[in-house]
Every structure is written in structure tokens, then in C-alpha cells.
């Protein structure tokens, strides 16, 4: 039932009978499990041939045997199936066939000698696992490699799983004549010509070239020349007993004792000594020694020590030994060369200079300035490098800094100028006597130098005290010599000093001291005196201002404490001032009264609140037409040329009555109604509700008013196309008509004008009768008519005769107006086949039978009868050859069979 595509992929070919035609399978399973009694599809015969006529192998039917040999409703069951059921109940004359509740199961290699099954359900059918339990006969299937039995159990689900031959169980013929009484399996041959050839897949090795290849591996015991046993397999003895030596003894023996160092070698093999005994090797044993000249130690063979002290002796080779020794200058550790640390402490004593003195409990070494140290080692040895490490360098002053070793002792000797001494110290400035925090380098450069001019005097009792401050003339002469101020002395102290100024006693500022040097030499100016004096203004009042604002202008506003009252322009509004400068900036700026005050607007009649100032302005009359009457009356009229309102006033938000020009009135506030006044673009449009006459159909529909006006002049009918019939009438006595119109009569340009005006009316959704051009009559919308009139079709059915049958059928006479409608007459009639001229089929009445796909039969002109599938193989003929050999007729023999013309060549007594 599986079919294994090259992929890999298992599937099932599932299909209908009817499909099925023309198919062949090996299995067929045709199910009938939804099957009912009198199923028409069962009863009819040909599809009953088809069903029973497609298996090769196997055919089995899945279903119920009611379903197909019972009538129902007092019809006959298909004999068909009643006879294939009768058949397959007869055991007696069809032993291979059957029907039952169950389905038989055997193994398919095992038909007689296996298990069998009666499967009822899925889970009864053997899988992989369960098949060693399912077919309990093994398989005898004979191998290719060795034609023997397979041993394996039944794998019949996996035909192609046999035993391979290093899993064979087989005995053969052992190919040695010492051991040809010990069994040899056909997988131990297999594993031994496999091993010898290093090659466990060997697909062209067959088993007579195994056997020719197999050697016999069964060990034995001989005796060696040394007189020791040893074992070998039986095909290497002959070789060995004809030439022992080619053969290695690997007994274990004595020690040997090497002859010329005395040194002992353990676990020795017998074939090793021997060789040892007749040729002496070189010692290989590791050993250690010291050099003579340097001390230093070696590690090699035993064998090399000679060679290594003649070579050191000569100069041949220098000692490349690494060591960890100390620089002579400094005194450093220092990884290097032996044969490099020989000449660098050659070329040191040779050498002038000191060493450093040695530090004491891993302090770090001190190089002292000014003092003559010996050669550094990169000179003495170039493959040396710079000595890095951090140490302290002295300055003369005694303070020391921490620089690398070989920069400290280059400027110490003075190859290298030393760099100055950056250690902080305590130092008085110059400039301001301030005590300031500098560099070492610095000290004595700011102490000296005195930044004051000529005849000033001693400043020190001066500066930096607010008892005695320092004359404003003192500062403004300048700099004594400005050409030796020391670097960065503005930016050493950040304290203040204080400057006593000459604008009054006890006037005085306080100046950062790192201003003091821009100020001396012109840059900067002093701070403005802040000391508070008294202003006489010119109110008379005094103020007390800052010294240096004394004689500013303008002059400072006065906040002295008066009494007097402001009146406004308006002359009823007054403000009292307390305050001298407010009083003045009342008079200088006039500001308008502010005082809430009640008004009417003279434009719409309102009251509003607003400043005094604002009062007259609001109530003073303007250019145009002014509302009349009271506020139920008053309304807002447009297209009137209205008074304009007030500036600088808030809008009207009043509510107020505006009159369109339709006389339509609606409600909004004030200002917007006098704003749609004015100018209407901005006014929507008016949406009141109105009953009227469509100028398209004999409807009423309703519109708002300024579509209305859009509409209401339409007339888009030349020729009327609706008329009314009178079908009763109302409880008013009021006939009842009911309108229709001719689709001939609506004219292209109508359909325009009311696409055109679609979106300007409201569409007519009544229902109205509509007569077309073929006289029939349909119900539809006004919309749908009037805009879309060619889509208007005919579903009024017809009878049409078939010009081929002569039989009338219904079509719709839409369709057969329609010039591109072909009429297909879809009823179906017994048809011959055109191709094989024999079988009949139902198709309908436009279509030909051009292949039916049925079995035909045509009989040849020697009187056989050949049968082929009608459009599935080629057609036979009468004429066509025979493929049988055959006496039709008498004695003649078939002359149209293929055969004949090679039978009629050979001798008669084989004929």
C-alpha cells in the first residue's frame, strides 16, 4: 500500500472511481463505508467495471455488505453486486477469496509457515516493534557474499535489512593445514581480510578472493636463538623458523651499565641489549653540571658535557646562560646574558665615577644634583637598555622629585638640564604682602621684586588692611618696572586688599589682589565708590545714593511721603498718591481713568461694562443703519449696511436674531450676526426642510432650502416619459395613481443633468414601474432608473427551441437579445463516440464525444479480437498486425501476426 518516492517521502494515491479510469495499482482498497441501500452511484454497472477492474495483485472492499444486496422501497438491489458478493462467499469454488468481519493478515514471506491475524481494528496491524511477536520464522533468504541462510529473524517490513557478512553466522573451511579441525565463522573471515586491508567496506571483494586472502591468526609458541619463547600467529612461523632474525625478542633481561660513564639502564628488552653489546650508543641519560669560567649551570646529555666545557675552554661558544644580577651604578635588578653581564662589569671597572648609594629598607634611591656618577650601563653595553625605574632626585634646595633613574642621573652629572623645582612653599607677595603658596623656583624671584613706584615708601603697613588702606594716588601711578614682573604672580593670591579713595573719608573699596597688576598697569579701573551720601533733588527732597551716583542723570526717583490726590481727565475720577515719584509720573504721563463705568452700545442697544475712558467711544454715534424696536423684535437683517462697532471694545456676545435672504430667521450672538451682515461667505448654508416636486420624477422629495434653489428651474425631459394609471383612491376620496416610464424615452442628455445635480437632491428611493424596450415590465427605484438605465435587464424567462434537439428551454430575454450570448442548450442525449464509432455516452446537447475513455474492441482480419481504451491508447484497425501467433483459418497460419516472419525462417522440424 506505501510507495517510497526518490525523496524519501511515503504517500497514498487517493482518488474517486471516476477518476480512477484508465488506472492500474497493484493494491486497489475501495471503501464503502458511507454507503447507504439504494445509492445510485452503486447501481449503475459500468462504474461497478471500473471498481472491480483497477487491482493487479489485491483488490479489498471496506464497507457493508447490506449497503449493496439490499433493496429499498420496493426496488431491486444491483445484481452486480449481489453476484460479486455470492462469489466471494463461495469458498468451496473461489478457496482465495473471502468476506468477513475482519481482515486476514500473514507475513508476506511466511504465507504458509507464519502467524496469521485477523486484524478488527488499526491497532491490530504488526508495526516494527511488534513484528518479532507478529512472525516467528526466520528468514532464508540465502546472502550474496557467501550463500548462507540469513540469520536474522523475520524482517519482512524491511526486506532489504538482511544479515551482512561480518554479522554472518556461516562455518567455511579453514585454509591452513595445522588447524583445519577449528571452526572458522564466515564473519570472522570477513573481520579478518577487512583488519589486514584496513578497509571495513570492500564492495568489489567477493568471498573466493577473502578466502584466498585469509590467513590463519591462531597463535603459537616457538623457540628464539636467544633461547627465549615467543608467540606468533600460524602464517608468520614458517618465516620466522627460515629466518629467525627477522623477528625481534622483547623478553624483558638484565640492566645495562653504559661503558663509559657508568650510568644504569632499567627495563631493558632482550633484542635492545643485544644490539647495545655489539655497538656502544652515546650516553643519553640527563645530567647537570657548572661551567668552569662562569659557574653557571648546564643541563644536557651525558654525552655533551665534554663537548660543552672544551667549547666554553676555546672561546668557541660563549655562555648564554640567563641570569638576574644588579646594575653597578644604581644598583638595580637587571635580567640579562652571562656572557653580557662579563663585559659590562669589565668595562665598569674601567670606568671613572661613583655608585648610589644603596637605600635602606626598599626606600627609593636618592640621586643628589651636582654630584659625579659613574657611566650608566647602556653606554658601558649597548644591549642594555635605559634603566626606568622611579627614584628620587635631590635638588639642591633639598627638595626631591621622583623622575625615571637614567633622566636622574643625567641631570645630575649635568648631561641633562635639571628641571626646576616645583615643591610648594610659603612665600610673602610682593604685590599685595599676602602670604602665598608657590613653587620652590619662585620664592626668591617674587621676594625680590617690588612692584610700587619710586618715593612710595614701605607699602607693607598699608596693604591688606582695612585700618590703613592704600592711597588711590599710590595705585594710579603705576608700575616701578613693569619689564621683571614674575610669571603668574596675578594669579597667586585670592584674597582682597583695600583701596582708600579721595572722592571722601573713609571711602573705601575692596579689589581682589589678582586685579592689583592689571589695575598698575592701566588695564582695569577701580570699583566705583559705594559709601551712601545724601542727594538734594529737585523735588527738594533728599536721598541717600551711592558716592559714585551723586551726580548721575537722570535723577534717582524720590520716595519721600506726600498726601496729594491725581484727578483725571474726566473730571469725576480721582487717585490718591502717597509717594513724591509716583505723583510726578502721574503728571508727565496722563494715563486714561480706568474706573468702571455702565454704557450702551449705539449699534445693537446692549449694555456693556467698560473703563470711563472708553465710555464716550462706545456710545457715540457712527455712519449706517442702526437696529430698531425691542429685544424680542429686533432681528439682524442681511445684506444691510449696519453701523460699524466700537475699536478696542470687546465683542457683543449677546444673543441676537439674524434673517437671511431666503427669510429664514435663526438665533447666534451679536457680533457674528452683524458680522453675516456684512459679509455672508462665512454664513453655512440654510438647511431648513422643504416639501417639493422633483423636476426628475412625479415624486415629492424633500430638500433643504439652498438646494432648493439649485433646483427648482430644472427641466430635463423634452418628451415625458412617465405616465400614471388611476388604481383606486384614498379615504379622502383623493385618487391613487400608479406611475411608470419608458426606458426608451430617457434621453442621454437627462441622465447627465441628474448625475450632474445627484449630490444637490436628495435621491427619489420610491418604487415605480419601468416598461423596456422588449415590453415587459419591472419594478425599480427612481434613482436606479434615471442613473443607471443601460444596466436595466430583462429577467422575464422565455422558451427558446434547440435548433439541435427541437426541444424548448427557459432563458432570460436579456440574454437572448444579447448579440455576443451564444444559446447553449444544456439538456443531455445519448451521443456516439466519435473516435471508437461503438460505445454510447450521455453529454450534453452542444457537446461531441470526442474520446470516451471506455474499453473498445475491433476484430482483425485474421478473426482475432484485440481490445484497447478509447483515448488512453492508440486506435486499432483492421488492418493492423496480430500479436499472436495463431490458426485461424484451417491450416493457414496468421500472415499478419509479427511473428509469423520469423517462424517461417526457421527449419520445418522446429516448426
Known amino acids: 500500500l506505501v510507495r517510497t518516492q526518490p525523496g524519501g517521502k511515503e504517500m497514498w ?61 420496493g426496488r431491486p438491489p444491483p445484481q452486480h453486486w449481489v453476484s460479486f458478493c455470492e462469489q466471494l462467499a463461495d469458498k468451496e469454488r473461489h478457496p482465495l477469496l473471502g468476506m468477513g468481519s475482519t481482515l486476514p493478515l500473514c507475513c508476506p514471506q511466511h504465507v504458509h509457515d507464519g502467524k496469521k491475524l485477523d486484524a478488527l481494528q488499526v491497532k491490530d496491524f504488526p508495526t516494527g516493534e511488534t513484528w518479532d511477536q507478529f512472525c516467528t520464522t526466520p528468514c532464508d533468504h540465502k546472502l550474496d557474499w557467501c550463500q548462507h541462510v540469513c540469520s536474522k529473524p523475520c524482517h519482512a517490513h524491511k526486506p532489504r535489512q538482511h544479515a551482512t557478512p561480518s554479522e554472518c553466522t556461516g562455518s567455511v573451511q579453514r585454509q591452513c593445514a595445522r588447524h583445519q579441525s577449528i571452526p572458522l565463522s564466515c564473519a570472522e573471515l570477513h573481520k579478518q581480510v577487512a583488519d589486514a586491508s584496513k578497509v571495513w567496506l570492500l564492495p568489489d571483494l567477493t568471498f573466493a578472493d577473502a578466502a584466498k586472502q585469509y590467513r590463519c591468526g591462531i597463535r603459537e609458541t616457538i623457540t628464539l636463538p636467544c633461547s627465549h619463547d615467543k608467540q606468533l600467529p600460524c602464517h608468520e612461523i614458517d618465516a620466522v623458523v627460515a629466518n629467525p632474525t627477522t623477528v625481534q625478542c622483547t623478553h624483558p633481561v638484565d640492566d645495562y651499565i653504559h661503558p663509559t660513564c657508568s650510568h644504569r639502564y632499567q627495563h631493558m628488552r632482550c633484542h635492545v641489549r643485544e644490539e647495545w653489546v655489539k655497538h656502544t650508543p652515546l650516553c643519553q641519560k640527563e645530567i647537570s653540571w657548572q661551567r668552569a669560567r662562569c659557574g653557571c649551570s648546564r643541563r644536557g646529555k651525558c654525552h655533551q658535557k665534554p663537548e660543552d666545557d672544551n667549547s666554553i675552554a676555546t672561546g668557541r661558544i660563549v655562555c648564554e646562560t640567563t641570569m638576574n644580577t644588579q646594575r653597578p651604578r644604581c644598583h638595580h635588578p637587571l635580567t640579562i646574558k652571562c656572557n653580557v653581564k662579563q663585559r659590562m662589569l669589565e668595562h665598569w671597572e674601567k670606568a671613572t665615577g661613583v655608585a648610589a648609594t644603596m637605600s635602606v629598607s626598599g626606600d627609593p634611591l636618592v640621586v643628589t644634583q651636582d654630584t659625579h656618577y659613574g657611566r650608566a650601563e647602556h653606554e658601558l653595553t649597548p644591549v642594555i637598555g635605559k634603566c626606568n625605574v622611579d627614584v628620587l632626585f635631590k635638588y639642591n634646595c633639598g627638595h626631591t622629585t621622583t623622575v625615571p633613574c637614567w633622566q636622574a642621573f643625567d641631570q645630575a652629572t649635568g648631561l641633562r638640564p635639571a628641571e626646576q623645582c616645583m615643591e610648594k612653599v610659603q612665600a610673602v607677595s610682593a604685590l599685595c604682602h599676602h602670604r602665598v603658596s608657590v613653587a620652590c623656583s619662585q620664592k626668591h624671584a617674587l621676594e625680590r621684586w617690588n612692584p610700587w613706584s619710586v618715593g612710595a615708601g614701605d607699602t607693607s603697613s598699608r596693604l591688606g588692611s582695612i585700618d590703613a588702606p592704600l592711597p588711590e594716588l599710590l595705585v594710579q601711578q603705576g608700575l616701578s618696572e613693569a619689564s621683571d614682573v614674575p610669571a603668574g604672580v596675578e594669579r597667586l593670591c585670592a584674597r582682597d586688599v583695600h583701596v582708600a579713595l579721595a572722592c571722601g573719608v573713609d571711602h573705601i573699596v575692596r579689589i581682589q589682589c589678582s586685579r592689583i597688576l592689571s589695575v598698575l598697569r592701566g588695564f582695569t579701573a577701580l570699583p566705583p565708590c559705594t559709601a551712601r551720601v545724601d542727594r538734594i533733588l529737585s523735588c527738594g527732597h533728599s536721598q541717600r545714593v551711592q558716592c559714585c551716583e551723586k551726580k548721575a542723570l537722570p535723577e534717582p526717583r524720590c520716595d519721600g511721603a506726600i498726601t496729594d490726590t491725581y484727578t483725571h481727565e474726566c473730571k469725576l475720577h480721582s487717585t490718591e498718591v502717597q509717594v513724591c515719584w509716583k505723583l510726578k509720573q502721574l503728571e508727565q504721563q496722563r494715563p486714561p481713568c480706568v474706573v468702571p463705568t455702565t454704557c450702551m452700545r449705539y449699534r445693537c442697544g446692549h449694555i456693556v461694562r467698560v473703563p470711563c475712558s472708553d465710555r464716550l467711544h462706545v456710545a457715540r454715534a457712527t455712519r449706517g443703519a442702526l437696529l430698531r424696536g425691542d429685544n424680542e423684535t429686533r432681528r439682524v437683517v442681511a445684506g444691510v449696511q449696519y453701523c460699524a462697532a466700537p475699536s478696542g471694545v470687546d465683542r457683543c456676545i449677546e444673543p441676537m436674531w439674524f434673517q437671511r435672504d431666503c427669510s429664514h430667521v435663526e438665533k447666534t450672538v451679536c457680533w457674528r450676526a452683524f458680522a453675516w451682515a456684512e459679509d455672508d461667505s462665512a454664513l453655512a448654508p440654510c438647511e431648513q426642510q422643504h416639501d417639493i416636486k422633483s423636476p426628475f420624477c412625479p415624486h415629492q422629495i424633500k430638500v433643504t432650502c439652498h438646494k432648493r434653489c439649485a433646483i427648482q428651474d430644472l427641466c430635463p425631459w423634452e418628451r415625458n416619459p412617465f405616465d400614471a394609471t388611476t388604481v383606486g383612491f384614498d379615504d379622502k376620496h383623493n385618487p391613487v395613481l400608479k406611475h411608470r416610464i419608458r426606458v426608451e424615452l430617457v434621453s442621454t442628455d437627462a441622465v447627465k443633468l441628474y448625475r450632474q445635480h445627484a449630490e444637490h437632491i436628495v435621491q427619489c428611493s420610491s418604487e415605480i414601474g419601468v416598461v423596456l424596450s422588449c415590453g415587459h415590465e419591472l419594478r425599480s427605484t427612481c434613482h436606479d432608473v434615471l442613473s443607471r438605465p443601460q444596466h436595466l435587464h430583462c429577467t422575464e424567462q422565455v422558451r427558446h427551441k434547440c435548433v439541435h434537439c427541437k426541444e424548448p428551454s427557459l432563458y432570460a430575454c436579456s440574454e437572448l437579445r444579447d448579440s455576443t450570448f451564444k444559446v447553449v442548450c444544456t439538456r443531455r442525449i445519448p451521443k456516439q463516440c466519435a473516435t471508437c464509432r461503438q460505445n454510447i455516452q450521455e453529454v450534453p446537447c452542444h457537446q461531441t464525444v470526442e474520446a470516451c475513455g471506455m474499453e473498445a474492441q475491433t476484430t482483425l482480419t485474421c478473426g482475432h479480437v484485440r481490445k484497447w481504451r478509447c483515448g488512453s491508447q492508440k486506435m486499432v484497425s483492421e488492418t493492423d498486425l496480430c500479436q499472436r501467433v495463431c490458426r485461424p483459418r484451417g491450416d493457414k497460419r496468421c500472415k499478419s501476426s509479427p511473428w509469423m516472419s520469423w517462424i517461417s525462417r526457421l527449419p520445418r522440424h522446429c516448426t
Request: charged share 25%; aromatic share 8%.
Open 13 to 73: 494515491d487517493i482518488s474517486t472511481v471516476d477518476r480512477y479510469q484508465g488506472d492500474e495499482n497493484d493494491i486497489i482498497i475501495l471503501s464503502l463505508v458511507r454507503t447507504q441501500p439504494g445509492n445510485r452511484f452503486i447501481a449503475l454497472q459500468n462504474r461497478f467495471i471500473v471498481s472491480v477492474s483497477r487491482a493487479r495483485l489485491g483488490f479489498f472492499v471496506i464497507g457493508s455488505e447490506r449497503a449493496v444486496t439490499e433493496a429499498l422501497h
